[in-house]
């Protein structure tokens, strides 16, 4: 039950970054300062350091979790820059702010969501404290995808009540993903696989992604501090935990 828990507060988080994007938006880049920092130091204080022991307490080859590491990078960045070269697309037409394009954006983002919760109910299938770190990441970002679900939606012209509806199916999504992977249990070597790819995905979303969103509009040495404080938070909880 423990990935199911997990979800559920994945699944506040969410709603809860959606509710703060109608009501607070201009401290967001606060909010994703810490968060870019609490994702980063998940990889390198958790994910990297597990992944180095499973591969020589299963005698897996050190090289294929981080070509997943590098895979699951490339492939969440080559997902995000297509899906912006078809918003460009349709944003070169008469109305710039088109209900479809923000409605698109935020059904990824609830797929983003779903291996969010995947990643959660795999990470325990490793071991309860890594099922917990990267909880803990989830729960953190989670809570800027609501955040970004429905400042999409909003931009591009849907109605309160439509993006409302997004950030229902958004926050649900971990819940779903988590409870898939119950019936699922991988072997040794084909987790080691996912922790790398989960490690690629999170690095990048982290520093390529939250991080860059913190500092778009407004940068300023409090939100470096909250980026800092975020990565230092992720290493007193796995110190702890150990």
């Known amino acids: 039950m423990q990935p199911l828990l997990l979800a559920l507060a994945a699944l506040a988080s969410t709603a809860a970054g959606g509710l703060f994007a109608i009501r607070y938006r201009q401290y967001l880049h606060l909010i994703l300062g810490f ?13 990297l350091p597990e992944i180095f022991r499973l591969t020589s307490e299963h005698a897996v080859v050190p090289v294929r979790p981080m070509v997943a590491l590098v895979g699951g990078f490339l492939l969440f960045h080559a997902v995000e820059k297509l899906l912006l070269i078809h918003r460009g697309q349709e944003l070169s037409y008469a109305d710039h702010h088109h209900p479809d394009v923000g409605l698109l954006s935020a059904m990824a983002l609830v797929g983003h969501s779903f ?19 990267v909880g803990t990441a989830v729960i953190a970002h989670d809570f800027a995808d609501g955040l970004n679900t429905v400042g999409l939606m909003l931009a591009h012209q849907n109605p309160h009540r439509r993006a409302l509806g997004m950030l229902a199916l958004d926050a649900l999504a971990p819940l779903a993903g988590a409870a ?12 080691v696989l996912y922790l790398g790819f989960f490690a690629g995905f999170l690095l990048y ?6 991080l860059p969103e913190a500092h778009s509009q407004k940068s300023s040495a409090l939100t470096i501090a909250l980026t800092c404080l975020g990565a ?3 290493f007193a909880v796995t110190q702890l935990s150990d």
């Open 35 to 47: 968060t870019a920092g609490v994702v980063v130091g998940v990889v390198g204080f958790d994910l």
């Open 115 to 133: 291996v969010d919760g995947m990643g959660i109910g795999l990470g325990f299938q490793v071991s309860p404290r890594v099922g917990l770190v």
């Open 180 to 191: 898939a992977t119950l019936a699922v249990r991988l072997p040794p070597p084909l987790l």
């Open 205 to 210: 979303i982290g520093a390529a992604d939250i």
């Open 232 to 234: 230092a938070f992720v």
